[in-house]
């Protein structure tokens, strides 16, 4: 079973930065794409970004595009959010995701390509 261990939230004002960041343990981390989605109270978890096994593609949801990069270290076995000019709309807890199948291509959007889960961390942004 995969640990993934988020950390990186907090409070920001509105225009500011934060940076997340996930390291899943007992899993050949290079093999597998990672993702980012998140859950604001009273709606449904909703994807953020993607990015492939090698790092070569990377995916966005079109609110964050422009605003967020999604980049893995796999020397590190890191996954990172980096997530800039935030908004009050961008509250929500964030939700790391480890995709279940090696080398995978397809759709990185889809919340059952993943099937490991961090715990979230919160993420709110003040106006």
């Known amino acids: 079973q995969v640990q993934l261990v988020e950390s990186g939230g907090g409070l920001v004002q509105a225009g500011g930065s934060l940076r997340l960041s996930c390291a899943p343990s007992g899993r050949t981390f290079s093999r597998y794409a990672m993702g980012w989605f998140r859950q604001a109270p009273g709606k449904e978890r909703e994807f953020v970004a993607a990015i492939n096994w090698s790092g070569g593609s990377t995916y966005y949801s079109d609110p964050v595009k422009g605003r967020f990069t999604i980049s893995r270290d796999n020397d590190k076995s890191t996954v990172y959010l980096q997530m800039n000019s935030l908004k009050p709309e961008d509250t929500a807890v964030y939700y790391c995701?480890?995709?279940?199948?090696?080398?995978?291509?397809?759709?990185?959007?889809?919340?059952?390509?993943?099937?490991?889960w961090g715990q979230g961390t919160q993420v709110t942004v003040s106006s």
């Open positions: 995701a480890a995709g279940g199948t090696q080398y995978y291509t397809g759709n990185y959007r889809n919340r059952h390509t993943y099937d490991s």
